[in-house]
């Protein structure tokens, strides 16, 4: 059959509630065309983020009720610890309350002042951890993955080359190396087995713990299924083992390919690493069989984790995306390709020629994505990115204006998505009549959150 369905059905509903274009229009001008300030009980469809929004199975809903709320030694626990191990292969596994927790309880082991991580690209909460420890945060991704119309099967893969240079001199300074799969802030693209294989025998050859950003690693090692050769007969859980095999730990935001909406992990193989990072556990996150969550939150997790590695629901997953890139194509609309694992990224330069940079053309489509259809998508552009040069009023515009459509995972069906495209090609057919905006008001940090906005009038 071509048509591929959702491989579930559905036991509990949550209703949406339908507004007027009249009524958004109202809604943006009071939040002042910021639509992380719009409330979410106002939007129809909400792809800001496929981070924690997913939907939970009855499996995972029945294992809540069974969770052991026991302070030490939980029985949820070793189930959660089972899952991880019998997947990635790792020794400690120390649950943690989302990515960047682990990620700080990492970094703050192994990052220090005057020495730098690479990593295909960092993610922010990443770099952000990296930094904060002083360390410099380097991004060795291929060329091709920052180029948005360049097919690749693997556009997140590292610059083995670069890395290799890099390393050859500098590798007294590397206390540990990343790779991010699959590559976030690159479009949700994947790494390939033998990319992993050999970033892993470089970090090696300089005896540098090599970790990986597990996110989306399911998404991933279904990418790696079916594009790399010699993978195609292989199960998924064999592809996720042998992609962690490479390494000697990672950290993961359960909320992403968990299946969960809160939650998160360090695994490790090095036993002294290990107990350091459970003392630091227990300062901010909380008793090892815990860390920041629930057993029944564990058992979410253990169940997630293992349905994740479903071929029929990752099939269904990376097709939700590639389904609806084809039909912006179709219509003229140009986007990131090709499609990642989690999310469509549209580019706003070409949807808008007529709006500079310094206008901000992605908050102008993010703002008529919403009026039209009442969706919620996020700039990644120069809202989020330009920044102001010393002794000048200009900004230096980002490099690309792109908006982002993150999907939830198991939460809208294929008429939801219908929708949504035929929201973003009417948008594109009236894009002539859109105008830009100006930023009337800005906080001193990451202020695409909270920045007010008005209209350029013309
Ligand atoms: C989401 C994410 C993180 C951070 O995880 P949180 O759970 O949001 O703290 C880290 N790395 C990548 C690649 C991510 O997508």
Excluded at 248 to 268: E, H, P, R, Y
Excluded at 289 to 308: I, K, M, P, T
Excluded at 385 to 401: D, H, I, L, N, T
Aim: glycine letters at 8%; charged letters at 25%; one cysteine or more.
């Amino acid at each position: 059959m071509k048509t591929l369905i959702e491989p579930f059905k559905i036991k509990m509903v949550e209703a949406v509630r339908q507004t007027t274009e009249k009524e958004r229009g109202k809604i943006l001008k009071d939040v002042h065309y910021n639509i992380f300030m719009v409330e979410a009980e106002h939007i129809l469809i909400d792809f800001l983020t496929d981070s924690g929004t997913g939907a939970m199975s009855d499996r995972q809903w029945g294992a809540v009720m069974i969770g052991d709320e026991s302070y030490a030694g939980s029985r949820s626990f070793f189930k959660f610890e089972k899952a991880v191990r019998d997947i990635m292969g790792f020794k400690h596994i120390i649950p943690t309350h989302q990515g960047r927790a682990a990620e700080r309880i990492l970094f703050s082991m192994l990052a220090k002042k005057g020495q730098a991580i690479p990593n295909n690209t960092h993610f922010d909460t990443t770099r952000a951890n990296v930094e904060y420890n002083e360390a410099e945060a380097l991004d060795f991704v291929i060329p091709e993955g920052q180029i948005p119309e360049k097919i690749h099967p693997f556009k997140g893969n590292m610059d083995l080359a670069k890395l290799a240079e890099f390393l050859k001199k500098n590798h007294q300074k590397v206390p540990i190396g990343m790779t991010t799969i699959t590559n976030n802030s690159g479009g949700g693209q994947p790494v390939s087995m033998e990319n992993i294989r050999q970033t892993a025998k470089l970090y090696k050859k300089y005896n540098i713990p090599f970790f990986i950003d597990a996110c989306r690693f399911a998404e991933n090692a279904y990418f790696i299924k079916l594009r790399e050769k010699g993978y195609g007969d292989k199960s998924i859980p064999e592809i996720a083992l042998e992609m962690f095999s490479h390494a000697d730990g990672c950290t993961m935001s359960a909320k992403k390919d968990g299946l969960v909406n809160m939650g998160g992990f360090i695994a490790l193989n090095d036993d002294r690493l290990a107990m350091q990072a459970r003392n630091l556990l227990i300062l901010t996150e909380g008793f090892p069989s815990y860390g920041g969550l629930s057993g029944r939150d564990l058992e979410a997790l253990a169940v997630g984790l293992r349905e994740v590695l479903g071929e029929d629901y990752l099939k269904y997953r990376l097709r939700t995306a590639e389904y609806m890139g084809e039909k912006l194509i179709e219509a003229g609309v140009s986007i990131i390709r090709p499609t990642g694992g989690h999310a469509v990224y549209i580019d706003a330069k070409h949807f808008y020629p007529h709006i500079p940079s310094s206008q901000y053309p992605g908050q102008t489509l993010v703002c008529e994505l919403y009026k039209k259809g009442g969706i919620r998508a996020v700039e990644i552009g120069s809202v989020m990115f330009a920044r102001k040069q010393k002794g000048s009023k200009q900004e230096k515009p980002a490099v690309m204006e792109l908006v982002r459509l993150a999907f939830p995972r198991r939460v809208y069906t294929q008429s939801h998505f219908d929708y949504a495209i035929e929201v973003i090609i009417e948008t594109f057919k009236q894009r002539k009549k859109a105008r830009g905006f100006e930023i009337v008001w800005e906080p001193p940090f990451l202020r695409h959150f909270t920045a007010h906005f008005k209209p350029v009038s013309g």
